[in-house]
């Protein structure tokens, strides 16, 4: 079955460092997500990206935050300066299609990666 | 802004089972509900997607309800197992456009053998 990956699954990092996530969605899918879940608290939106562009954000989604698809098959976010309170699981999602069609927007998500901010 | 609450927060049932859990969110303009099952330390898989204009959905042992208008959705699980056992989430749309999933604290179920 078509699966999400997501490297690394776990990433230690020091504070005010750059840290880049990488996502490969499942392939014939057209839109791609980022969430995050600080521990013991509930999954948060982050970022859609449709057609090389953002399609939505949330406030979370600051200007510490990028993300972009640098070639046909991999989906990264990147957060350029981090904080302690970065430190989260950060997941990728696809979905085959957006809005207009029954079921279109199933999201598969990847397993995740814990970013470990100290 | 969408707010979605989970009840209960915790379950625990002998297996075998039938059990229902309950989400409510505040903003009925959505596209449409997700119900996610998420395992310790894993990804979310995606359980059962309703669309705003349905009612139910049905995959095998589960069932998923939605009330737009009252903002509620339950899902049903029949005859439960401990391989059910997990953290299960209700995932409304922030508004009828339908890009951004607004997730609940969720449901932590133990199914007892």
């Known amino acids: 079955e078509p699966e999400v990956t997501q490297t690394p699954s776990h990433q230690v990092t020091q504070m005010g460092q750059e840290v880049i996530l990488r996502c490969v969605p499942i392939s014939n899918h057209l839109y791609f997500y980022w969430y995050r879940q600080i521990l013991g608290q509930k999954v948060e939106f982050l970022v859609s990206?449709?057609?090389?562009?953002?399609?939505?954000k949330s406030e979370i989604f600051d200007d510490q935050f990028s993300v972009e698809r640098p070639d046909g098959s991999n989906f990264t976010l990147k957060i350029r300066s981090t904080k302690l309170e970065d430190s989260a699981m950060y997941f990728c999602?696809?979905?085959?299609?957006?809005?207009?069609?029954?079921?279109?927007?199933?999201?598969?998500f990847g397993a995740g990666s814990r970013l470990t901010v100290l | 802004k969408q707010e979605v609450t989970q009840i209960p927060a915790a379950l625990s049932v002998p297996e075998g089972e039938n059990l229902v859990l309950n989400c409510s969110f505040t903003d009925s303009a959505i596209y449409n509900l997700q119900w996610f099952r998420q395992d310790p330390g894993k990804g979310l898989t995606s359980l059962l997607l309703i669309q705003s204009s349905q009612r139910e959905q049905t995959s095998g042992r589960l069932n998923a309800s939605l009330d737009k208008s009252s903002g509620r959705s339950t899902l049903y699980i029949a005859a439960s197992q401990p391989g059910d056992s997990a953290t299960y989430l209700c995932?409304?749309?922030?508004?009828?456009?339908?890009?951004?999933?607004?997730f609940g604290p969720g449901t932590r179920l133990s199914v007892l053998p």
């Open positions: 995932a409304p749309t922030r508004d009828n456009y339908g890009q951004n999933f607004v």
């Open positions: 999602a696809s979905s085959e299609i957006g809005q207009g069609l029954s079921g279109a927007n199933v999201l598969t």
């Open positions: 990206f449709y057609n090389n562009e953002i399609s939505e």
